[in-house]
């Protein structure tokens, strides 16, 4: 595989609501401090992909809203509908395509505007599905229900699972929610839609990130600090709930094997350092975790029971927090690849993992239910 690696990182601090700034606004900060961690200009930059969603943004062709900000004047400038990580995979074939050397890639979401029931509702068919009234919640704890049934994975568990992540929140300047919550904390909160709890659900934040992705070439002119891609793939469920074993995760497992496969990874419990996990809600740490091979099916929930998946364990899963205190819904997957980058470089204070990173794994979904899936291995050399 062609080389690459991401060379500059930027993220807002995420927020309940950001009344001062509209997209752009939000953008810019998380652009500037991209091009200055990488130590470049935006006259060093060959293209721009920006990632946003019409139905958040309420109107059509959001991608405008962010692309003079990003810097698209007299650049090429291409868009992604979806989680920042897809936008990155985008971002990545273009510095590898031999047209462009260096790319910014930018994503945002403002939920603060937004009421998600509704935009979410849309993600359904809207001829038989949509009428039903289910949203991302209704439709993932369909999901964790089914998956939780099927692998006896108790909703302790899973309580387990948002309690070590908003406490690892709290080594985290960027988080949105930083709360010291015990397991009974979490199972003590109000039922959202069975089985998820209040603190099992990610809030909807304000939040952006931008990150700048450089051919070999390119890395080695301007790279001081590079986290050197070696491997990402993404795969695609069926888009109906009822054309899908919710309680497996096929795609990830296809996605993770041929990030795997590029990156020369065949066992990833012991070969990677730290993970930075897509967990909108917290039965999906315990779900994607197996999906991605770290352990066995079922096996999840004991494994975070057991404090492997703890920062200090021997499998740390997002010590950045996650999702769970913080998720700007568009930016979510691109935010976990900034923070494995920080992971990389020794720089992620706090929340830096206990031994020394030479390899970690982001991760970002796309659809209800996690229907696709993008896994990336980035790793020092």
């Known amino acids: 595989m062609d080389k690459a690696a991401i060379i500059g990182i930027g993220m807002t601090k995420a927020a309940g ?22 130590g470049i200009t935006i006259e060093d930059i060959d293209n721009i992909v920006t990632t946003s969603n019409d139905f958040w943004d309420g109107r059509t062709i959001s991608s405008m809203a962010t692309g003079d900000v990003s810097g698209g004047y007299d650049r090429n ?14 971002g990545w074939c273009r510095a590898l395509s031999g047209h462009y050397g260096t790319t910014l890639v930018t994503a945002y979401t403002k939920g603060s505007e937004s009421v998600s029931p509704y935009i979410t509702n849309a993600a359904f068919d809207p001829i038989y599905v949509r009428s039903l009234g289910l949203d991302m919640v209704s439709g993932c704890a369909l999901q964790a229900r089914r998956y939780m049934n099927r692998y006896n994975v108790s909703e302790e568990q899973c309580a387990v699972v948002s309690s070590k992540n908003h406490r690892n929140a709290l080594n985290n300047p960027n988080a949105h929610l930083q709360l010291d919550l015990s397991v009974e904390d979490v199972m003590g909160s109000r039922m959202i839609c069975e089985p998820m709890k209040l603190y099992d659900c990610s809030p909807v934040s304000d939040g952006a990130v931008a990150v700048v992705i450089a051919n070999e070439e390119k890395t080695k002119k301007f790279g001081k600090k590079p986290a050197w891609i070696k491997g990402v793939s993404f795969c695609m469920d069926n888009y109906l709930l009822g054309d899908r074993d919710l309680a497996e995760c096929a795609a990830l497992e296809k996605a993770a094997k041929q990030a795997y496969a590029a990156a020369g990874i065949s066992n990833p419990r012991k070969e990677i350092d730290v993970a930075e996990v897509y967990d909108a809600f917290s039965y999906q740490e315990l ?14 929930g004991k494994l975070a029971e057991s404090g492997a998946t703890g920062k200090a364990g021997d499998m740390p899963v997002n010590p950045s927090g996650g999702l769970l205190p913080s998720h700007p819904v568009i930016a979510g997957g691109l935010i976990r690849i900034a923070e494995a980058v920080r992971q990389i470089r020794g720089e992620a ?19 209800v239910a996690g229907q696709s899936h993008c896994v990336w291995i980035l790793g020092k050399e």
């Open 77 to 90: 400038v291409s868009c992604v509908e979806g989680d920042g990580a897809f936008g990155a995979f985008y």
């Open 287 to 300: 779900m994607w975790t197996e999906g991605l091979g770290f352990c066995e099916k079922g096996e999840g």
């Open 17 to 38: 609501r950001v009344k001062e700034a509209n997209y752009a606004e939000l953008v810019y900060p998380a652009v500037v401090a991209a091009l200055e961690d990488a």
């Open 349 to 367: 204070g706090d929340m830096q993992v206990d031994k020394d990173v030479g390899t970690a794994l982001a991760h970002g979904v796309n659809g």
